[in-house]
């Protein structure tokens, strides 16, 4: 609890009042500073009639009057008092907040506040470029800042921090945070942590104060380590195994063509009859990515063909896929034990459930879901089929990006440089 009075602490007959902040701080300590006003009233007035009870009208008129004036100042003071970290509050506050109360804002002026800033990409999202270098920010990147300002909101608790506050420390311990407390993937924390700094750099080029260590501050995605894939093998076994019911086979239908066209399930369960064309001789698959907003152009190979022999599988939503793919792996013996994460779902604090990701050893059909069509795609067609060409269907803007998704490492392209060498002094024994 915080109150606020005023006091007349001058020898001169006509002087500015000073504003006295009084609270007591969570550690039951008491607190008083300070600070002076540009309020002017004469010593004669204070002293003998402001707190008295006159009958005289011109010094009952005099005395609202003041009160008014008062209460202005004191309500601003408190307000921001509020609104900021106990920690920060000191002579230097009061006195920056007295500077702005006779000094105010200009109303376009941004915010220093940290979800503020974030509220504010939010709102301009249909106005702001994108990384595609168009106008108007996705529907899952304003998720992402959406979840991201839900996320601060909660870490903050009655502080408020300012955009200036996210700094090293502070990045160490929001990742704590997001990971000890939430039980958060590793990979989905950094990534909330890259969100975040996007926000602090937005707010700087907006003349918004950030911290030196901004720029310090590590957000880079760690390379993909558990890939779930289905290789040929494992994608014959489901093409061939007897399926109970005609969903089930739908979403075989779905997942068939998934990997051997290698989109993601919101672009692939969104095909109709209109995405295929013929192109002089050449019959393709046409489509704009959402997630990207690429055209990509797929050729319909054999194996395509041979899936859309039957016709295009029917509509199905993306929920729905996810469910009936596990069972069609399972009844196909998809049923390695593997590691990987498993979504689940945990009871929070107020009566909340939220789903996490649990790693552990699972039977591989009870991992797949929607990611694995354009995973399984690219992995299988890498080494056999050019780079460039795979990633002009998937998608990627670059090799590294690609092989990131596909977990190569050093390993990997030593094995593919050895296999090239192989390769040629075969073809140099064949010419002998």
């Known amino acids: ?113 940290l979800v503020d800033a974030i509220e504010d990409i939010i709102n301009n999202a249909r106005t702001r470029r994108n990384a595609l270098g168009g106008i108007g920010l996705s529907k899952s990147r304003i998720n992402s800042y959406k979840s991201l300002n839900r996320i601060i909101k909660e870490y903050q608790d ?34 909330k942590l890259a969100d975040l700094k996007t926000v602090c750099f937005d707010a700087q080029s907006n003349g918004i104060e950030v911290s030196y260590q901004l720029k310090k501050i590590h957000s880079a995605k760690k390379t993909n380590e558990n890939i779930i894939y289905l290789n040929e093998s494992e994608l014959r076994k489901i093409d061939e195994v007897d399926l109970p019911s005609k969903s089930l086979d739908n979403a075989r239908k779905w997942l068939l063509l998934g ?9 692939l369960l969104n095909l109709d009859e209109s995405n295929f064309v013929v192109r002089g001789e050449l019959h393709v698959i046409e489509l704009k990515q959402q997630k990207t907003g690429k055209n990509i152009t797929i050729p319909i190979l054999t194996k395509t063909q041979e899936v859309l022999n039957s016709g295009l599988p029917y509509k199905i939503s993306i929920q729905k896929f996810n469910e009936n793919v596990k069972q ?12 990987g994460g498993l979504i689940q779902s945990f009871n929070e604090e107020k009566g909340k459930s939220n789903n996490r990701k649990v790693l552990g050893n699972y039977h591989k059909w009870q991992l797949i879901s929607s990611h694995v069509c354009r995973r399984s795609f690219a992995t299988n067609l890498y080494g056999e089929l050019p780079t460039p060409l ?35 002094e075969n073809r140099a024994s064949k010419q002998k």
Request: charged share 25%.
């Open 390 to 424: 795979i990633m002009s269907i998937t998608g990627h803007s670059s090799e590294k990006m690609l092989l990131n998704y596909i977990g190569k490492k050093g390993l990997d392209y030593a094995q593919q440089i050895a296999d090239f060498y192989a390769l040629q």
């Open 1 to 113: 609890m915080a109150s606020v009075n005023f006091l007349y602490r001058s020898t001169r007959q006509n002087a500015p009042l000073t504003l006295r902040l009084l609270f007591r701080d969570s550690n039951k300590v008491d607190h008083v500073i300070s600070g002076k006003t540009q309020y002017f009233v004469e010593a004669e007035y204070w002293k003998n009639f402001h707190n008295k009870n006159k009958k005289d009208a011109e010094i009952k008129k005099k005395q609202v009057q003041v009160n008014s004036d008062l209460l202005k100042i004191g309500n601003h003071i408190l307000e921001a008092f509020y609104k900021e970290n106990e920690n920060n509050i000191n002579k230097e506050w009061l006195k920056n907040q007295l500077y702005l109360f006779y000094n105010p804002k200009c109303i376009d002026a941004k915010s220093d506040l």
């Open 328 to 339: 069609v792996c399972k009844l196909a013996g998809i049923d390695e034990v593997i590691y």
């Open 259 to 267: 990997c051997n066209i290698g989109q993601r399930a919101s672009d």
């Open 158 to 191: 009655k502080r408020l921090f300012k955009v200036k506050d996210v700094d090293l420390g502070f990045s160490k311990s929001f990742l704590g945070y997001l990971i000890d407390k939430k039980g958060y993937q590793e990979s989905y924390a950094i990534k």
